[in-house]
C-alpha cells in the first residue's frame, strides 16, 4: 500500500499546519462539487509571515522559493479541513502562485516551484497540474508570496 500525503510530508520533515486564520472577511477555502478552491495563503508559519517584502530585493529567491513551500502547505491545511484527509485528493488540479517582486525580477516561475514540486512529491502524477505564476507590485500584509490551489476530490 502506497504511502498518504500525510506519511509523505512527514517523510519529507514537513506536515499540515493548523488552517491560517483568514486575515479579512472570507473562508480558507470553499467545496463546491468534485473540486475544493482555496483563498490565496500567505507564508504564515505560526501565526507571523516568514518575510516581508519584494523578491529581488529584501527577499531571495531561495527565500521566496520556501515561502512559497510554507503557502502550498497552508493551501494543503485548508483542502484537509474542508475533506477530512489529503488522501480524498484525487488531482491538484491548477496553482495560482503570487510574487510580490521588483520590477527587474523575472523569476516568478522559479518561486512556483517550490509549490510545484512540493505538490508532486507529496501527491506524485495527481501532483502534477497547470499554472499561473504572477509578478504583483505588492500582496497582503506585504508578503512576498501568496498561493491558491483548485484540487479535485
Same mark, same amino acid.
Not at 4 to 29: D, K, N
Not at 60 to 76: F, G, K, P, T
Not at 83 to 106: H, M, N, Q, W, Y
Not at 137 to 150: F, G, I, K, T, Y
Given at each position: 500500500?502506497?504511502?498518504?500525503?500525510?506519511?509523505?510530508?512527514?517523510?519529507?520533515?514537513?506536515?499540515?499546519?493548523?488552517?491560517?486564520?483568514?486575515?479579512?472577511?472570507?473562508?480558507?477555502?470553499?467545496?463546491?462539487?468534485?473540486?475544493?478552491?482555496?483563498?490565496?495563503?500567505?507564508?504564515?508559519?505560526?501565526?507571523?509571515?516568514?518575510?516581508?517584502?519584494?523578491?529581488?530585493?529584501?527577499?531571495?529567491?531561495?527565500?521566496?522559493?520556501?515561502?512559497?513551500?510554507?503557502?502550498?502547505?497552508? #493551501?494543503?491545511? &485548508? %483542502?484537509?479541513?474542508? /475533506?477530512?484527509? @489529503?488522501? $480524498?485528493?484525487?488531482?491538484?488540479?491548477? !496553482? +495560482?502562485?503570487?510574487?510580490?517582486?521588483?520590477?527587474?525580477?523575472?523569476?516568478?516561475?522559479?518561486?512556483?516551484?517550490?509549490?510545484?514540486?512540493?505538490?508532486?512529491?507529496?501527491?506524485?502524477?495527481?501532483?502534477?497540474? #497547470?499554472?499561473? &505564476? %504572477?509578478?504583483?507590485? /505588492?500582496?497582503? @500584509?506585504? $508578503?512576498?508570496?501568496?498561493?491558491?490551489? !483548485? +484540487?479535485?476530490?
Amino acid at each position: 500500500m502506497s504511502p498518504t500525503p500525510e506519511e509523505r510530508l512527514a517523510e519529507l520533515g514537513l506536515s499540515v499546519p493548523e488552517v491560517a486564520r483568514p486575515v479579512a472577511a472570507y473562508v480558507p477555502a470553499v467545496r463546491s462539487g468534485h473540486h475544493v478552491f482555496t483563498s490565496g495563503q500567505l507564508p504564515m508559519r505560526e501565526g507571523q509571515l516568514m518575510l516581508t517584502g519584494k523578491v529581488g530585493g529584501e527577499v531571495s529567491l531561495e527565500e521566496a522559493v520556501e515561502c512559497a513551500r510554507q503557502c502550498a502547505l497552508n #493551501a494543503l491545511a &485548508a %483542502v484537509r479541513a474542508e /475533506v477530512g484527509e @489529503l488522501s $480524498a485528493v484525487k488531482r491538484i488540479v491548477k !496553482v +495560482v502562485a503570487f510574487v510580490a517582486s521588483t520590477p527587474d525580477f523575472t523569476a516568478q516561475p522559479l518561486v512556483a516551484n517550490g509549490v510545484s514540486e512540493l505538490l508532486g512529491e507529496v501527491f506524485g502524477e495527481a501532483g502534477r497540474h #497547470a499554472r499561473s &505564476a %504572477v509578478g504583483v507590485s /505588492v500582496l497582503p @500584509l506585504d $508578503a512576498p508570496v501568496e498561493v491558491e490551489l !483548485v +484540487v479535485e476530490i
